[in-house]
């Protein structure tokens, strides 16, 4: 359904309220960013690219024009991504699916899309998208990927990649079988501080990496989402782990080099229902898990929309209380993110050494850039299906142990080496 057609009598989300983030208004939403090297650039990935027909075909047909990209959901990232798109020579926001009409208006008038529908299903339809980027609410990141996956279209999906690993397998086959671009949005991979932490790990500078501390924990910031899905199991897959918990361990998981992953023990909780206005609050509000991986290598990972922390957690401008952090243990150095700090051992006295981020460039225009190129053929996807898929099992294995009270394998879907 195209929004100049019929579009206010079937849109899901058309009645419901304005999104509501616990005080924060849409543009002032999550604030994320993280790492991209050299390495991952020219091929470190390049195993897990391999374009096939339906690539070459596309390729073909947007080498004289730029590459239309189809937004999906025109939230707060929706917006990141259409803004990293504008900045591209080589692409355009050429359509828009979104359900809400107000959003849907101002995307329109901020962007100006050739296509507007009011339902992703139409959008990906339409013969002149080549690729998408899905924002959607989790439960739709499946079908919505599988979808477009079967229209020919490459994607970019925002995290969490799917609702579980088995999900993420089917589209890895599915985007491998069509030779599309599959990528998932973690533009943490790409900020100053992780490229520059990056840059140092490939020095050696860390030496043998053997632990990392994961954190994203919040005092006061469960957030709703449009319909207040980020709190119903159903609808996102999960809470606090799935939401801003995946942010905290991938950027740990990618700074050790996305080692494989064996097993893990975790305990999720559910502590703050009195600070939930939704009608559906069935998800955990913090996590907390050791991953164990096949280097011998170990991550502690702490996540939480709600806790009563202690102060010397800093306060932040929304949600209370907050640290979103990574620290990284080699044995000649050890690497903090923020402030992005080198705890070096020289001749035995540990220096600490304050460091500059890389430079100040747009960590979503570097992944759509890297996005973009891939679709070319010109980079590997710095965020692939492979690792999507390592990423949903270590998710959950976390919520199984949790729920079984022990330590549990990781499944072990991925094909190679991460
Ligand atoms: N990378 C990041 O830093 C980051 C930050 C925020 C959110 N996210 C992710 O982005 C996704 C969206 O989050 P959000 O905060 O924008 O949620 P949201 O609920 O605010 O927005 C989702 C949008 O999807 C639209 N929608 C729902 N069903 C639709 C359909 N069938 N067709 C077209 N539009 C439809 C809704 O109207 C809504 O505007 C989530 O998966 C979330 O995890 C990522």
Redesign the pocket.
């Known amino acids: 359904m195209r929004w100049n057609e019929n579009a206010t009598k079937n849109e ?2 058309n009645a419901l309220p304005p ?1 509501k983030f616990a005080g924060a208004t849409l543009l002032a ?2 604030v ?1 960013g993280a790492g991209f090297s050299k390495e991952n650039e020219t091929g470190r990935n390049s195993k897990n690219f391999a374009p096939g027909r339906s690539t070459n075909v596309i390729r073909q047909a947007v080498k004289k024009r730029k590459l239309r990209v189809g937004i ?7 917006q990141q991504h259409a803004r990293a798109i504008a900045e591209s020579a080589e692409a355009e926001v050429y359509a828009c ?4 009409r107000t ?1 849907a208006e101002e995307f329109q008038s901020i962007f100006a899309p050739q296509k507007r529908y ?3 299903r139409d959008l990906l339809g339409d013969p002149g998208v080549d690729a998408v980027v899905i ?4 439960f ?2 499946f079908p919505a990927t599988l979808a477009a996956l079967e229209a020919s279209k490459h994607v970019l999906c ?3 990649p799917t609702l579980n690993g088995p999900e993420m397998v089917l589209l890895r086959e599915e985007a491998a079988k069509r030779g599309l671009v599959y990528f998932f ?1 973690r ?1 943490f991979r790409f900020s100053p501080a992780m490229r520059r932490a990056r840059e140092l790990i490939a020095e050696q500078r860390l030496g043998q990496i053997y632990f990392a501390e994961a954190t994203w924990v919040r005092s006061r910031g469960i957030p709703l ?2 319909g207040g ?1 980020f709190t119903e199991k159903a609808r996102s897959g999960g809470g606090a782990l799935i ?1 801003i918990g995946i942010h905290a361990l991938d950027a740990a998981w990618f700074l050790m080099g996305t080692p494989r992953p064996l097993s893990v023990s975790a305990a999720v909780f559910q502590n703050f229902p009195h600070l939930v206005k939704n009608a559906v609050f069935d998800v955990e509000d913090s996590a907390f898990a050791f991953v164990r991986f096949a280097n011998g290598a170990v991550v502690q990972l702490k996540t939480s929309w709600a806790g009563n922390l202690t102060d010397e957690i800093p306060e932040g401008q929304i949600f209370g209380r907050e640290l979103n952090n990574c620290t990284i243990y080699g044995n000649k150095a050890t690497i903090r993110l923020r402030p992005l700090t080198l705890f070096e051992d020289v001749k035995g006295k540990l220096v600490d050494r304050a460091l500059e981020p890389a430079d100040d460039a747009d960590s979503f225009v570097l992944q759509m850039q890297n996005f973009l190129e891939a679709i070319a053929g010109r980079a590997a996807p710095m965020n692939s299906a492979e690792q999507a898929v390592y990423l949903m099992e270590m998710l959950d294995a976390i919520y199984l142990s949790s729920a079984t009270g022990r330590e549990v394998p990781i499944a072990r879907a991925g094909k190679t080496p991460a």
């Open positions: 899901p989300h999104p939403r999550h994320c999906i959901g025109a939230g707060w990232p929706g699916a979104e359900a809400d959003r009011a339902d992703y924002c959607l609410p989790n739709l990141h925002e995290k969490p949005s533009q989402g449009v899905w939401d």
